[in-house]
Nanobody
C-alpha cells in the first residue's frame, strides 16, 4: 500500500490549505482513511478520518476548521483546512486501515511520508 500526500506549504495565519492523499495498492473492501499530524516535540495526533461508507470524524484541533472528503472517481482523500493558526504547524500524514465491522483497525496499517504545513 502506498499513500502519497501533497498540498502542504507555508501559509499565513487565517489562511487555508487543502491537503491531498492518493492511496494505491490496497484491496480492503471497507476501510478508514485518516489525517494525522505531528508538530515538533509533540506526539502524533489524529485530526480527521473518513470511512468507505462516507462517515467522517474530526478531532478537537480541527473541529469547525477542517473538512475531510473523498473523491472516489479520483481515488483521492482531501483535508480542507481554514482559519489556520501557528499551532497548526506540523507534518500532516495520511493513513489507511481496514475496518472490522464498523470500527477502524488501530493502529492504522499504512502511512504516507507526510507533508509539511507551516503557518506563520
Amino acid at each position: 500500500v502506498q499513500l502519497v500526500e501533497s498540498g502542504g506549504g507555508a501559509v499565513q495565519p487565517g489562511g487555508s490549505l487543502r491537503l491531498s492523499c492518493a492511496p494505491s495498492g490496497y484491496t480492503y473492501s471497507s476501510y478508514c482513511m485518516g489525517w494525522f499530524r505531528q508538530a515538533p516535540g509533540k506526539e502524533r495526533e489524529g485530526v480527521a478520518s473518513i470511512n468507505s461508507a462516507g462517515g467522517s470524524t474530526y478531532a478537537q484541533p480541527l473541529v469547525g476548521r477542517g473538512s475531510v472528503s473523498r473523491d472516489n472517481a479520483k481515488n483521492t482523500l482531501y483535508l480542507q483546512m481554514s482559519s489556520l493558526r501557528p499551532d497548526d504547524t506540523a507534518i500532516y500524514y495520511c493513513a489507511l486501515t481496514p475496518m472490522e465491522g464498523s470500527t477502524c483497525v488501530r493502529p492504522y496499517k499504512s502511512w504516507g511520508q507526510g507533508t509539511q504545513v507551516t503557518v506563520s
